[in-house]
């Protein structure tokens, strides 16, 4: 066993018996390469990560390849989901220097920490004009010898490059009405209106700007952007890259038509991508829609919830395919022939229609991930729910995907607003139960004192990771989320403290921009700042969305204007590069609608008027609206105070930009509020 026997991170724990000496991401490492007057292999990967399992089999467990790496090298593996800022930093390089980038990230530096050689996967034999690991190693190690000076000139150069990066933010304005409608042209011009979403192949689930297009909608009743939204929602919810037999949403397709996943399941696409197929339903009430939110979020139950109530980060894209191989998605597909095993004949021809499994197979050796082909046919809706049901019981007899048990912080917060909403939506108090578990677990144990938030657990132990913008914001979009289904006003209370953090810690200056890191960070060879969205919101535009909800909740006047400083960048970005700012572009949307603050007073809670009402305001598709509910003089909310009823009567109040609407305590009229396009800046 080598040093990262005592790490918490299941991804650090697959290497714990490599040959390797490996170090975690720790002073001593670089210390002990200057002691030893040697280079540091960094080593950047995930559980999940499909080459980077690759590359460990070929390499790492490779006694021949360990002892040379032992020998010249100070060797250190990173989880890039406990450490987004070291991933984050060095891919920048990686991808500055080779002009891509990936996982798993393979960097050599100096005792200094700067980079001078850069790479991904490397094969354990030259292969397609790529090098052999064990070439790099030995050419590295050559450099390292014999041209000392060179290698210096160009980590200090690289170093330097890094550094004159910083963004250009121009204007602290936040974006208005000709932003937002150039954003949704050039998503217009980007968008495959044959198969959904947008941009060739890999395809990835767009799900922040699918939720821009559903709030521009509601906005401005703008009927293309809702078009896009439904097409791709379908498009997805029908392909491979949606689990037909149990739920949820693998992170990729292969292919432009949603066909062939990577099949590995994040956390965070399952997250936002519920929240999005619940926010689909609330505005068009499609079946389709309500049917897939809930089976991704009872997957999410069932599948990733821990035993201390958090959510795991991901199961594995591969599993053993019963030979002792790992084999990709050999958990997922199927043959022919295995169907008419299970189900027989006549069962198994019309599963194979149904679910599109043909003898030349959609993925590899003649095997087809199910999916839902259009088709004319109608199909016997019983039939179909006996077909999956016995599928499904002799899918979990193969080996399970292995799972990342890893609690990540950020990504819980989505699970929570995800959770949450849908099951407020649905009626399911079971979701928003375990919503309330996973937002405990946080409270409990990644808070310190003093609200600070690390950023992940294992098994009940919390990790030695500080927590970055997304962190804090995304934690807090969940808890605000939490509060306005539950009305429980301690959720906006912990939100008010993650975002106190982000103005004292994470904001520079008086410019608005953020920081992935807080200023009492470890320093690394650049602070990282990226306003762009990935698989996930960017810390940048999840804190610019918390922090507008949280100044709508509570009047604060720094919070909101950080929001508005900090959407600066979005009027930058929406109009050039609106597929990866869709979370930002979703928050401006929010801040031209108003916010809407909607507060539902109710002499009891428990009174059907009152939970009618309630409903009502949830189910408001105004962008970003906020909502608290609660009995008059409630200290709870801000919002309820002063907030009379109505002749004894569940009131609803609903106000923007300083002007209230008459209360009322007619549930259809609230609705129609809630629903009136507002155009143009406030």
């Known amino acids: 066993m080598n040093r990262l026997a005592d790490t918490t991170s299941p991804y650090l724990l697959q290497h714990a018996d490599n040959p390797v000496d490996w170090w975690p991401w720790t002073p001593e490492a670089f210390e002990e390469a200057r002691r030893r007057d040697v280079p540091v292999l960094l080593s950047v990967g995930y559980s999940a990560c499909h080459w980077c399992h690759v590359m460990a089999h070929e390499s ?72 052999s690991f064990r070439q790099v190693l030995e050419g590295v190690r050559q450099a390292w010898s014999e041209r000392r000076d060179e290698v210096a000139e160009v980590a200090g150069k690289i170093v330097r ?14 974006p208005g009405e000709q932003e937002l409608s150039q954003a949704l042209l050039g998503l217009t011009r980007e968008y495959d209106p044959q198969r959904g979403g947008f941009g060739g192949a890999p395809k990835f689930p767009p799900s922040m700007v699918v939720e821009f297009l559903l709030r521009h909608h509601a906005r401005t009743g703008a009927e293309g952007a809702l078009q896009m939204a439904r097409d791709t929602c379908e498009r997805m919810a029908r392909g491979g890259i949606y689990d037909q037999l149990a739920g949820g949403f693998a992170r990729y397709s292969v292919d432009r038509d949603w066909t062939v996943p990577h099949f590995e399941k994040m956390l965070y696409d399952n997250a936002l991508l519920c929240r999005v197929y619940a926010h689909l339903w609330r505005a068009t009430g499609s079946e389709l829609a309500r049917r897939v939110a809930l089976e991704t979020a009872e997957f999410m139950v069932r599948e990733l919830r821990t035993a201390q109530g958090g959510f795991s980060s991901a199961l594995d894209a591969d599993s053993d395919d019963g030979s002792g191989r790992h084999v990709e998605g050999a958990y997922y597909v199927w043959t022919p022939a295995q169907l008419t095993e299970v189900l027989g004949p006549q069962d198994a021809e019309l599963a194979a229609r149904y679910f599109g499994v043909t003898e030349e197979g959609t993925f590899e050796e003649g095997a087809s991930v199910l999916q839902l082909p259009q088709q004319e046919e109608v199909f016997d809706a019983g039939r179909i729910a006996g077909i999956k049901e016995r599928l499904l019981r002799e899918r979990g007899g193969r080996a399970a995907p292995g799972r990342d048990d890893k609690v990540v912080a950020a990504w819980n917060g989505l699970a929570i607003a995800a959770l949450a909403e849908t099951g407020a939506y649905f009626d399911r108090p079971d979701l928003v139960e375990a919503a309330t578990g996973a937002a405990d677990l946080l409270v409990r144990l990644h808070l310190d004192d003093q609200a600070r938030i690390a950023r992940t657990s294992k098994d009940g132990q919390v990790g030695a990771n500080a927590g970055v913008l997304e962190d804090y914001a995304d934690v807090a979009e969940g808890f605000l989320a939490l509060a306005s289904v539950t009305g429980e006003g301690v959720w906006l209370e912990f939100a008010g403290f993650l975002l106190d953090h982000v103005l004292t810690r994470f904001v520079e200056d008086d410019s608005g921009a953020l920081f992935d890191t807080a200023a009492d960070a470890e320093q690394l060879i650049r602070r990282p700042q990226d306003p762009t969205d990935n698989a996930v919101p960017s810390g940048w535009s999840a804190a610019a969305g918390a922090l507008l909800s949280y100044a709508a909740h509570t009047g604060s006047e720094p919070h909101r204007s950080a929001a ?119």
């Not at 490059?161 to 121009?170: N, T, V």
Request: hydrophobic share 40%; with cysteine.
């Open 60 to 131: 790492f467990e490779d006694q021949e390849t360990a002892d040379r790496l032992n020998e010249h090298f100070v060797s250190v593996k990173v989880d890039r989901e406990e450490r987004p800022d070291v991933d984050a930093v060095y891919m920048e390089a990686v991808q500055a220097a080779t002009g891509q980038g990936g996982w798993p990230m393979t960097v050599f530096l100096t005792p200094d920490a700067e980079p001078f050689y850069f790479g991904t996967y490397f094969p354990p034999a030259p292969r397609q004009g790529m090098p």
């Open 161 to 174: 490059d890094l550094a004159g990066r910083e963004i250009s933010y121009g204007d602290s304005k936040a």
């Open 564 to 682: 508005e400083r900090a959407l600066g960048v979005v009027k930058a970005l929406g109009p050039r590069v609106p597929r990866f700012i869709g979370w930002g572009l979703a928050a401006a949307e929010a801040l031209l609608d108003g916010p809407r603050e909607v507060a539902v007073v109710v002499p009891d809670p428990a009174d059907p008027a009152a939970e009618r009402l309630r409903r009502t305001a949830l189910l408001g598709t105004a962008p970003g609206a906020v909502v608290a509910f609660g009995t008059p003089g409630s200290d709870e909310f801000p919002l309820l105070a002063g907030r009379p009823l109505s002749n004894g009567e569940p009131t609803a109040y609903v106000c923007r930009d300083f002007t209230c609407d008459a209360p009322t305590t007619d549930p259809e009229r609230l609705r129609a509020a809630l629903a009136t396009v507002v155009t143009g800046t406030p």
